[in-house]
């Protein structure tokens, strides 16, 4: 096999496979070559310490199954600038905001997840997204090569047939619910304060006296807080319009926006920079507190609804559709859909317990079909005190797979299981076409796929 001059002279100038020397301790290595790229020893104990943070399992021996993960990962990558595949920044964006969240929920807080990577939180950002964007490279990859995979009734149910029931997954209890809310009225001198404590903090920054991410840090009632209240950059579409038309009207960093009112509550903006159509800003956002008789009014008003349904006198769908305060749910009879990232039922009717809200997910556990809940507080995703009765309209519970009820999901394991037979071909013959070194104390691995050590 005939290599390149470039591949040869890294060779060379890599013989030893380690650099980085620092008072005479090897703080880095490369452990393996995969064509013209390496493969770190940092980027082995990076990928394991993420791996961790996700609470997935790992599969056998770390320090061979990482390597090869990360080998794979370049070969598509490789693959990713033959095909010419390019990502939304946008789409690298929203992810990165999901991501970062998650962690500093699963370690705790911010200072605990700097302290678990050894690093701040702006370097675990920029790593968190230089990987997205490359996931993102891989799956464009992968939908070009192998996504248009297509199987008849036939060869789906001869696929369910050949899995020994054990290997069927088991459907956790979902249900379809409907939901009615009403808001409570917030008296003006509560929003009045919550407005001049904005124009307090805009008068400080422009005066000099505080920076706006301090304020931020200590004030704002939003998850950005940690972050100083920087959003990380986003185009049109990321944001809410309200806060969106104020922030892209901005074009002084020194400069802070009016007060701003959306869903969330109320605002004021701060450019940090814009790229084009994109833009970084930081805000800081109160919510006005809502007082216990606005809450009870609100429980007052829906309890005379439900009454009305109980009686016959206007349906569960009519109400959800005229009197509720609910807009994203009204247009479409009050029917919830599922809009967590990631889940098998985004973008269905369908809730998992744990995918509902948590207010919710108390009420709904035991309800069965048909049965409408007692008014109650809920804290909804804008953040915000609403009162809600809820319908339960379907109810499946918790079962093993079957071909009967859950064709869609068994459809989808098939589609899967060929797409990774054509992507483990692929890549056996993409390994075999590359150039592998893998270092002497890093062999005598079981790898997935054959070929690595020539």
């Not at 100083?228 to 002084?252: H, T, Y």
């Not at 060929?418 to 992507?423: D, G, L």
Request: hydrophobic letters at 35%; proline letters at 4%.
């Amino acid at each position: 096999m005939k290599y390149s001059l470039k591949i040869v002279f890294f060779l060379i100038f890599l013989s030893a496979a380690h650099f980085l020397v620092a008072q005479n301790n090897v703080i880095d290595e490369i452990v393996w070559v995969v064509g013209d790229e390496a493969i770190l020893k940092s980027e082995v104990e990076e990928y394991r310490k993420e791996i961790l943070m996700q609470n997935q399992r790992l599969e056998g021996d770390p320090y061979c199954f990482i390597p090869e993960q990360l080998a794979v990962r370049k070969l598509f990558l490789d693959q990713s600038k033959l095909d010419s595949i390019e990502v939304q920044e946008a789409n690298v964006n929203r992810e990165l905001e999901y991501m970062v969240n998650e962690y500093i929920a699963s370690s705790g807080s911010v200072e605990k997840l700097q302290e678990y990577f050894g690093k701040g939180v702006a370097a675990i950002r920029e790593d968190l997204r230089e990987q997205i964007r490359e996931q993102q490279l891989i799956q464009g990859v992968q939908q070009k090569h192998f996504g248009n995979i297509q199987l008849t009734p036939s060869e789906i149910r001869k696929y369910y047939n050949s899995l020994p029931q054990d290997s069927l997954p088991f459907i956790p209890t979902t249900l379809e619910v409907q939901i009615i809310t009403v808001e409570p009225k917030i008296p003006l001198e509560e929003i009045d304060k919550v407005k001049a404590r904005l124009r307090e903090y805009t008068d400080q920054v422009n005066s000099g006296e505080r920076e706006f991410s301090t304020l931020a840090l200590l004030h704002s009632e939003d998850p950005s807080a940690l972050k100083g209240g920087e959003l990380g950059f986003m185009n049109r579409s990321g944001f809410v319009p309200e806060f969106a038309n104020v922030a892209f009207s901005l074009s002084d960093p020194k400069k802070v926006s009016n007060v701003v009112e959306s869903e969330y509550g109320y605002h004021i903006i701060q450019l940090i920079e814009r790229r084009g159509d994109m833009g970084n800003f930081r805000h800081i956002l109160l919510k006005p507190k809502v007082p216990q008789v606005s809450l009870d009014t609100a429980l007052v008003r829906l309890d005379s609804i439900r009454s009305g349904i109980m009686n016959k006198k206007i349906t569960f769908d009519e109400a959800a559709t005229f009197l509720s305060a609910d807009k994203d749910t009204r247009n479409n009879k009050g029917i919830m859909v599922n809009k967590v990232p990631r889940s098998t039922n985004a973008g269905t009717p369908r809730f998992a317990l744990n995918e509902l809200n948590q207010d919710i997910a108390k009420k709904a556990g035991d309800m069965k079909v048909g049965e409408i809940s007692e008014p109650f507080i809920l804290l909804n995703d804008k953040g915000r005190q609403v009162a809600a009765i809820i319908r339960i309209t379907n109810r499946n519970e918790g079962h093993k797979a079957n071909i009967n009820n859950d064709y869609q999901i068994i459809k989808q394991m098939a589609e899967n299981a060929k797409q990774q037979r054509m992507v483990d071909d692929w890549l056996q013959e993409k390994i075999g076409k590359t150039y592998v070194r893998i270092d002497p104390d890093w062999q005598g691995c079981e790898y997935k796929y054959k070929g690595w050590q020539k």
